[in-house]
């Protein structure tokens, strides 16, 4: 593709500078072609899209308007940002987004000085923008900050928390809520922009700050001239929450009508204190399919974008995922037990819960993005008899510790975590790597935290879970496993018990979950015995001690880091029973690993046969073992 000749404007445009530099009326010839570009390139590369299509001319009149990077603008969750990715400088390299060593999917600080905030997890970006408005103001800055928001960001307590603090400290910062729920857009139109645009207007301004001076000498006729501006603010748009946190509320108006959101926004910019915006967009916007389905545009595989995403085909699999083997199980169960609820925040598609919300819908509670609560309100769900199944990224239940902890574990609380995305997830990178599960609940008393070595063992798992009268989470990876043969009937497996998969001499390889597949040829190139650990808490502490004895070395492998992991566990088994036992932990390393295919970053791990069997050689030749170990 060539920039300049097939987006002659856009084309010419390296940085928000250039765009600064172009008359106000060639603008929304810039947004059709940004349109354009964004659906060339993501249409190759896969990636986020329709929430981009809707905001691209809000991403045109931002940096047209604002002195970016100087002044801020956080993008929240960062779905919405490949617009602004485009406008910033890296236009030509959009066709490798999410492939390793390209475009990073989120904004990214140390990818570009116009990223102001890295993020990837939703509802941080009007604290981060609160956070960089009061360092302006501390430092005598005029710099300003811009938080741009979704409706469904404004869905978690975070966002609510940050507005509540930025109302009561007064900054200057503007809040943008990017609106595309469509049952709100009948409010867009001329009657509504214009309101906005008089709301944001030097007259109105005026006469609402005099009339504070003059009537609050009056208290009772101050009083009622506050109320009756809420309510004629309140019969014409639904501003009034925002206004009881201290904000200026303007809107809504239509976020597609380029003249209005740059007049509105410029009007914004001479008003002081915290602002909040409210615009009308449509996700997908501007490409027909998108529009129609924005959930199957939200994130794509590449497709041809004249034909769109033909179903079956552009995401056919070859096997089926950990998640449909989660929603597989879930249903089946759900038959058996009457007391089965299904909780998600936010996750339906991702966790495999579409069949579950369509045969259980009043079993099925989407709680919005809202980790903390899905935790809790599950807490109290079985605290009066029911069995909640929390389904949730290892990435997001990081969210949700404290509750984990305090609401849950503290009281013992039968809750089962079907946790998905443990380990390395691919192209999202490290914001959404499920590097830590392990490690910060294996430390947790009373829950039974297991790992399944293939899609069989994940249904028997998750069914053990179930039935134990506790807390007990599942952690499986992204995608398929070993493409085994799934056991219908549901077996509970004996808690704390591991398996042997294969006995050998001198070298017991300890695998927990993923690593048992990858670790099969190792062991047998080794001739080492290979145990499929199953549980990271309980740990199968006879078999251990079993292997410490007969053979010179231990290996433990995880698809989690190596400190505080289940590895860990081992070690400080062995210790405790003073055992002295030459022993490797494998897992991954103490650093981000960057986007790329799930396969790219098992590799940069170290987590691939040929990698886990060299780094077993190495340390055997380390401590002079290569010899006692009698291996090939």
């Not at 765009?19 to 060339?40: D, H, I, K, T, Y």
């Not at 990715?85 to 989120?106: N, S």
């Not at 603090?165 to 009948?186: E, F, K, Q, R, Y």
């Not at 993923?514 to 740990?539: D, G, H, W, Y």
Request: with cysteine; charged share 20%.
């Amino acid at each position: 593709m060539n920039g300049q000749t097939d987006f002659p404007l856009l084309g010419k445009i390296n940085s928000p500078a250039d765009l600064r530099e172009l008359p106000e009326s060639s603008l929304e010839q810039v947004a059709r072609e940004l349109r354009g570009c964004l659906l060339n390139s993501v249409s190759q590369s896969g990636g986020h899209f329709a929430a981009g299509l809707g905001t691209v001319e809000l991403t045109v009149a931002l940096h047209y308007l604002y002195n970016t990077p100087e002044d801020r603008i956080v993008w929240d969750v960062g779905h919405q940002a490949y617009p602004h990715k485009i406008l910033t400088g890296r236009r030509d390299r959009m066709h490798t987004v999410r492939k390793k060593g390209g475009v990073a999917p989120f904004p990214k600080r140390d990818e570009s000085d116009y990223d102001t905030f890295g993020v990837g997890h939703s509802s941080t970006s009007i604290s981060a923008a609160l956070g960089m408005a009061l360092a302006a103001r501390a430092t005598g800055s005029s710099r300003r900050a811009v938080a741009v928001i979704g409706d469904g960001g404004l869905t978690a307590g975070m966002a609510f928390e940050a507005l509540n603090h930025a109302g009561d400290t007064g900054a200057d910062m503007l809040v943008v809520l990017n609106d595309n729920n469509m049952s709100i857009s009948p409010n867009v139109g001329a009657l509504s922009n214009r309101f906005a645009q008089l709301l944001s207007g030097k007259l109105y301004t005026t006469v609402r700050e005099g009339s504070k001076k003059v009537l609050s000498q009056v208290p009772n006729a101050w009083e009622l001239a506050r109320r009756a501006e809420e309510h004629v603010k309140g019969f014409i748009v639904p501003g009034t929450l925002f206004e009881e946190f201290g904000f200026n509320y303007i809107g809504p108006i239509d976020g597609h009508d380029l003249p209005t959101v740059l007049n509105t926004l410029r009007n914004i910019q001479k008003l002081k204190g915290p602002q909040f915006l409210h615009i009308i967009t449509k996700k997908g916007k501007g490409y027909a399919p998108a529009e129609e389905d924005p959930v199957a545009y939200h994130g794509v595989t590449p497709f041809d974008p004249v034909v769109g995403i033909v179903p079956g085909v552009t995401v056919a699999a070859p096997k089926p995922s950990y998640s449909q083997i989660f929603g597989d199980w879930l249903c089946d169960m759900a038959a058996h037990d009457p007391r089965l609820v299904a909780i998600t925040p936010a996750m339906r598609e991702g966790s495999g819960l579409v069949r579950f919300e369509r045969e259980y819908p009043d079993r099925y509670f989407d709680v919005a993005i809202a980790e903390q609560h899905s935790v809790t309100v599950a807490a109290g769900m079985a605290c009066d008899g029911l069995k909640p199944v929390v389904a949730i990224y290892s990435t997001f239940l990081q969210r949700g510790y404290d509750q984990l902890v305090h609401d849950v574990v503290i009281q013992n609380l039968p809750v089962l975590f079907a946790i998905d995305r443990a380990g390395v997830v691919g192209a999202d990178g490290p914001t959404h790597n499920g590097s830590y599960d392990n490690s910060f609940l294996r430390c947790l008393p009373n829950i039974v935290l297991m790992a399944p070595a293939d899609e069989n063992e994940c249904r028997q798992m998750l069914y053990t879970g179930f039935i134990h009268d506790g807390p007990a989470a599942v952690r499986y990876p992204r995608g398929g496993g070993a493409n085994v043969t799934v056991d219908r009937a549901m077996t509970a497996l004996p808690i704390g018990v591991a398996e042997v998969r294969r006995r050998g001499r001198s070298i017991a390889i300890l695998a927990f979950g993923s690593m048992v597949t990858p670790c099969e040829q190792v062991a047998e190139n080794l001739n080492a015995s290979l145990v499929n650990m199953r549980f990271i808490k309980p740990l199968d502490e006879q078999l251990i001690i079993e292997m410490a004895q007969t053979h010179d070395v231990l290996v433990t492998i995880e698809e989690n880091v190596v400190a505080g992991g289940a590895g860990s566990g081992v070690i400080e088994f062995l210790a405790a029973q003073g055992i002295a036992q030459l022993t490797l932990n494998i897992g991954l390393p103490d650093r981000l690993l960057q986007h790329g295919s799930r396969d790219d970053m098992l590799d940069d791990a170290g987590l691939t046969s040929d990698k886990i069997e060299a780094a077993i050689r190495a340390y055997l030749e380390k401590t002079g073992k290569h010899s006692a170990a009698k291996i090939a």
